[in-house]
Structures are given as structure tokens and as C-alpha cells.
């Protein structure tokens, strides 16, 4: 992992360069640009990181159900340069954290066994000059939405950083099949439960693992995408993903609710 | 209901006599309208199906029918030509090029459309209704026919105690429910629907051609990667020509809610025919305009 | 049995369960009446594509809709540009920065003719084709209320901005400028890309192409803001980014961007203090039209 914006393309620089300048871009509703200066953030600029990184199949025992070590540290480790390099985007800015993460994954015909990953944000600064930098100093990530960052805020924590974890799985073939010979009864496959159950596991604990590293206080909005990218079904990525908070102050700012019945369909 | 308009196909007359009233509204819009005092009273519709898409004998489509610029551009509206600059004629290069409205598709389209909508009022003026909401229309081709079907439907209603149309002609909107009770709400109400359609044909100049097929860059004569302005005026046109034709149609009344689409058809070497549908309501304000104070914005909690 | 309450249409005195749906109901009525005695007022004719909702923000801050608007533009791309070749596919980038422009001075062109202040909703269609790239944009024209034309037509902007938001921003003190928009096309590295994975077993970033492609991005974001900064703006707002390979050539990769310039008026932003809501609504249960009458 490198810290030096030597590693941003020559065309990011000059584009960041203008947008220290005052302007800003984001791809924020106007609804989030403005609940966003509600809690006293600026949007300073639209921010992005990507990485082509070779996802080839590595070999495996088809008869045994595990982790692929190797595809996990790659899917790792290209999301990882993707983030990071959003992350150099934005300290160039000079700011203080990123909304709205997005972490998309591409696939090209002209490029089997390869896959580019893209983290894409708004990058956002107090207004008020207070550094609100994570405890390693960085930029805090954050896949919340405007209106979510607005009543997390309200609730008197802060984001800290987007905080995954990965665990590439390989389904063995043979327990399944040996398993289908019975079926026609409803029965569990245990195997199988095992196996995915383990994956998942890996996965949640290395996001937690992330989020103590941040000295957070707890992650919300954690959700778990499985995926087999172009790898056949037997084979499946288990991503955890959420943002790790902190608690800034004990007081929650945000008024009683109004109840409404909403008139609209 | 005993009269039923001679036009009607039995089944509707059958379907009219049976009493209970049959509504293509969602649960929400009915409710709605109940609430505004628009009672359904039937379901009506109107079809037409047209030939189309063979225009050598429609008068005045010219000397090579539809499918050639007009000489002499006697049919009137939009036209416009370009010269071929570059001073020799062959088989495949053309002298001149133009752009050109094609009324007979114009006129072919009301044609069905307002057949089709003139048999919906008959259904709905046959219930006695005051008014058509929630309308729908299409113009699909049936299969490889050659044919265009043009079908408009909506639920007729009444407005508790309120008079019948003067000219016994109800009124129609594309709206129901919450947006139709919204737009009353506003201080305009509905006239009726207004649609139509522009047509221009491209007969692509060489230039045209050449752009479009992206050869011969030296014969064009332009920077490489130039407009191919041709095209992109023959595009502002027909929007232009349909915005023109609704507002004929509105007699000064305003038209809200529009929705325009066009469509592009290739025909090869830079030809092609472009249409325009452009539909909306015609409404027309009956009290002083008084707007709402500005709404609150709110953040949901869920 | 009880069924459920009726609603105010079947209570056999035919009154209205409550104030609000007896207005309604006037409304309808006095609508309805007004039919026969109304001509329609000549000023008034205006042709809008803008809903019923935004017409109604619209109206809460004292503006209105007065003509449907549209500006549309397409430049060749010579043969032979899409062939397989290294780094960035100029002609396609400029032909769509060309096109883009030009239909955005005509639909401005179209809003000051009409005498309107600006265009909201504008509805973005791009078209790339083996031999051009288009732009159409469509949009309604809106002015403050019976506001005359503007002296000059620099201050006319063009937004997608919908009535809504330009209703929220102007609350705010943000006023629209214009439409920003960047594009860049590049060529995918294909053959050296299968030689560069054969030589590795590893699972590792490959860097030249990695570089590529975030350059090809960059490139786009990077024009999008030079325009907005021609515009003089403080920023840009919904920027929407497309990117992917052409439907006719795969190995050619688009990347877009646009969005609405947007600049400081008031001295300062204004806050909006919004109020948080807890709706009480389930999602609605189909109900039985028969239940409504005769239970």
C-alpha cells in the first residue's frame, strides 16, 4: 500500500489540481448536496480509484470444500488499490472523508481472467476546519448515502471508514452429488450449510477486524453480496461490507419525529 | 342507453346494457376519484386500423410518390435543399439533397387517431358521462400487415351533480387519481388530450451520405468529424413542426404534462424518415392562479 | 357484520367525510361548470412536459412553465476509427464535446427565444454509432410569472436539474448555470493484455492497463469541469457517469460524464432546517371493489 500520489495517473492530478481551485463536482443528488451542508460538510470534488487486476482460477482439490487463499488476497488487494487511490484523490483535496463509495466491478470480453475494479465518491471537508480525519489520519470512507450520513451525524457519531471483508470460496463438487442421490427428501445438505457458513464467517470477521483497526465503536449498514464473477458456480466470492462509526458525543441531536400518513402512493 | 349510436359495434351496445360498470382505474385512482366526486360509469375504447406505409398514391406525395424529394414542393410546410458542390452527376451521386415534411403521413395519422378517439366519445357520450380519464392510446402495427392499429381507452365518469357537456362532447385527460385531483388543485382543468405527429423525410445530399457513411472524407470538403448538419436540422424540424401542429390544436388553451418521442428509421446512405409523436393534456385555467406556499422539506426515517 | 367504513361517496346523505375531500370536490365541480362559460385566456398558452408535482414547486417560489424546448446535434466519425489501435479514440471524444455543445446552444437558443429564464428537466439522449455521435435534449422552459424576456440571454441557463431540485436550490441560494459534460474513448489493450497474463501465475494488478483505463476516466471527469469552469460555476451537481464498450466494437470503452453547473448567489448557504418524518404507512393492500358497496 502506497501513500505517494505518484500512483494517481498524470490526468488525475491535473483534474484535482482544478478542483482545488474551488470548484466542486459530486454525483450527489441535489437531496444529499443538501442535507450534506445541513451538518456543516462541504462536497469538495467527485473522486475515484480503479486497479485491472488478474482473477485467474487458481488450482484446487475439487473434492474438498475451502477457502482459494490466492483469489482472496486478489480480491482483496484490488479492491484495496481501488480504495486507496480514491483515498490519495481525496487527501489531495485536502479532505476530510468520502460519501456515497461506490465499489463496482467490470468485466471485458478482451480480457478473460481479468477484472477492474472502480471505487468511486464525493469527497467532502468541514466547514468548519475541524480536522475530521480518521484515527489513522486518512480521509474516512463511507458507502452511506447523504440522507444517512446526515442522521448518523444527528446521532452523534462519525464515519471512520469503509470496511470490507472478503473470503473466495470453493464448493467441492463431489459432496454435493453424493448428497442428490437422496434427493427427493426435503433434507438439509450439511456440507454444503458448512461450507457456506464457514465462508461467511471468514468474511464478517475480517470486516470486523478492519473496524478495530479504526478503533470503531461499532459498523453500520453492513450487508454480505455473494458473487461468482466469471468463475462458475462452484466457486463463490462472499464480500462483507459496511461503515465502521464512532461515537463523537453523547448528545443526539435529532428532534422527535413527526408522524405523518403520506398522501401520495 | 337505449340509443346506442349506429357506429358502435354490437358488443359494445351489449356491454353498455349490463349495468355494472367496469373501470380500468387502480384501486388508489379509484378511490381518488371517488373522493374528487368523479363517479365511473364504463369503460369505453375506440379502435382504427389504417393502411400505412404505402404512400404512392396519397395526393400530393410528388413525382416518385413518397419515397423521392418533391420537385416542386407543391405540398407545402418544411423543406429545405443542399446543392452538390462538387459539379459532376453520376449514378451514385446525387445532385442535390432535402430535407422535407411529409403531410401525407401527418394527415394519415390524424386520420386514424382522431377516428379512433372519436369513437371513444361516442362510447362515453352513449353512458352520458361527463368526462374520460386515465386515457391510454398506442398506434402499434399489427404483424407484417402493412397496417397500423390505433386504439384509445380510458374509464368514463360523471361529476357528482355537475352538468353534461354542453356540446354533449366529454371532456378527456390522460390523468387520474391524485395527479388529475392535483392538477384541479392547481387551477387548470382538463379539455381534453392533444396529440400528433411530425414526419420529415432526410434525402441525404452526397455530403450527408458521405458523412453518415463515413467515406470519402476528402469529397465532403469538410474538417473531419464535421455536423452532419442535414440531419441535425432535419431533427430540430420535426420537433418544431410537432410542437406547431399541437399548438394548432390547443385554440390557445396550454398544454401540460407532454411527453414527446421520436423515432428515427434508417432507410441507408444517409436517408432516412423521422417522426415526431408529441401527446399531452390541453387544459385551460378556470380560477385565479393562487399557488401553495412553499413545501417543507422532510427527511424519513425509514 | 361490519365491513370496512364506506368511503364519503356511499354515505347515503352523500356528505363528504372530511374538509379536505369536501374541497376537493367543490373544486371539481367549479372546474367542471367552468367549461361552458370559459375561453381560454391567450396569454396564458404555454406547453409544458413538467408533472403536475413540479409544476406545483414550481409555483410554491413564483415560477411557471412556458414552452417545450429542445436542442439536437450529431457529428460524423470518418470509417476506420474504431479499428483496433492504442490509446484514446480522439475523433469519437470530440464529436461527442462538439455535439454536446451544439445542442445545448440550440436548446439555450430555443429558451431565449421563447422568453424564458431557463430549462429545467432537461432529458439527456446520447446515440453513438459506428459513423456519429448525437445529442438530443429536451426540457420545458420556465421564467419567473409573467417575467418579460431577459435583456440578454448569457444569464438563460439550461439544467437537468427537475423543478424540484431547482426549487430546493434556489431556496438555498444556488441558482443553475448550465449543462457540463465530458466524454473520452479509448481503445482496450487486448492482445498485450492475454501476453501479460500468460506471464504471470500470479494474481496481480496489471498496472499499464489499470493506468488506461483510470486515465481514459479521469480524462472525462477532467473535461466535464473545464466546461463547468467556462461557465463559471462552484460546482456541479448529479453528475451522472456512464462507462462501457460500444454495442458495434467492443473493444472501443466509452466513459461520459454530465451534470448541472450550479454557483453561490446569496451571500452564504442557507440552510433548510428540514423536519425528519416517520411515515405511518404499510404498503397498501389490494382491496375488493365489492367491499366497498352492498356489505
Known sequence: MTDTPQDLPEGASKRLAELEHGLFTSDLSVNEFLLIKEVGFHPLGFVMGSSIYHTGIQTRKWGQSQELTKLTEAMYNARELAMTRMEEEAAELGADGVVGVRLDVNYYEWGKDAAEFIAVGTAVKAENGVSHRNKLGKPFTSDLSGQDFWTLMQTGHIPQGLVMGTCVYHIAHRGIGQTLGSAGQNVELPNFTQALYEARELAMTRMQDEANQLDASGIVGVRLEEKSHQWGSHTIEFLSLGTAVVKTSDEVTLPAPTTIISLDN | ?302 | MTGPAPLAADRPDGSAGDATSGDIRKEMLAAAQSLDRSAPSPAAAMTSDLSIDEELTLHSIGWEPIELVYGVSLHSIPMGVWNWGQGEITHASSAFARSFAAATDRIHHECARSGGHGVVGVHVERTVDRHHIGIALTGTAVRPVGAKKLPSTDSVFVSDLSGRDFTLLQGSGWVPLGLAAGASFVYAPRRSMGTAMKQTSQNVELTNFTEAMYAARESAMERMQRSALALQGTGVVEVKVTEGPMEFAHHAIGFSAYGTVIRLVAGQHRNLAPRMVLPLDDPVRGVEATALRGA
Request: proline share 7%; hydrophobic share 40%.
Open chain 2, 1 to 302: 342507453m337505449d340509443d346506442v349510436p349506429g357506429d358502435l359495434p354490437e358488443a359494445a351496445a351489449r356491454r353498455f346494457s349490463e349495468g355494472a360498470f367496469t373501470s380500468g382505474l387502480t384501486v388508489p385512482d379509484f378511490a381518488a376519484c371517488l373522493q374528487m366526486g368523479l363517479e365511473p360509469a364504463g369503460y369505453v375504447q375506440g379502435f382504427c386500423v389504417m393502411k400505412w406505409g404505402s404512400w404512392q398514391f396519397y395526393p400530393g406525395a410528388g413525382p416518385y410518390g413518397g419515397y423521392g424529394p418533391n420537385v416542386a414542393g407543391t405540398h407545402g410546410g418544411y423543406s429545405e435543399s443542399w446543392q452538390c458542390p462538387h459539379g459532376f452527376v453520376s449514378a451514385e451521386h446525387r445532385v442535390w439533397g432535402q430535407n422535407y415534411e411529409q403531410p401525407w403521413v401527418e394527415d394519415a395519422w390524424a386520420n386514424g387517431f382522431t377516428s379512433a378517439y372519436e369513437r371513444l366519445i361516442e362510447e362515453a357520450s352513449a353512458l352520458g358521462a361527463h368526462g374520460i380519464v386515465g386515457l391510454v392510446d398506442t398506434s402499434a402495427p399489427l404483424g407484417d400487415l402493412g397496417v397500423l392499429e390505433f386504439r384509445v381507452q380510458g374509464t368514463a365518469v360523471k361529476v357528482k351533480d355537475g352538468p353534461p357537456p354542453a356540446d354533449g362532447r366529454p371532456w378527456t385527460t390522460y390523468l387520474a387519481g391524485q395527479r388529475l385531483a392535483k392538477l384541479i388543485e392547481a387551477g387548470y382543468m382538463p379539455v381534453s388530450i392533444a396529440a400528433t405527429v411530425a414526419s420529415v423525410r432526410v434525402w441525404a445530399s452526397c455530403i450527408t451520405a458521405y458523412l453518415t457513411e463515413g467515406t470519402n472524407p476528402g469529397w465532403t470538403s469538410q474538417a473531419v468529424g464535421a455536423e452532419i448538419e442535414q440531419t441535425a436540422r432535419a431533427q430540430m424540424a420535426v420537433r418544431r413542426i410537432a410542437r406547431e401542429r399541437v399548438r394548432a390544436q390547443l385554440g390557445g388553451d396550454s398544454l401540460h404534462g407532454a411527453s414527446m418521442g421520436t423515432r428515427e428509421r434508417e432507410l441507408g446512405e444517409g436517408d432516412a424518415d423521422l417522426e415526431c409523436i408529441l401527446r399531452g393534456n390541453r387544459v385551460r385555467r378556470f380560477k385565479e392562479f393562487d399557488p401553495m406556499p412553499a413545501p417543507r422539506p422532510t427527511v424519513r426515517l425509514s
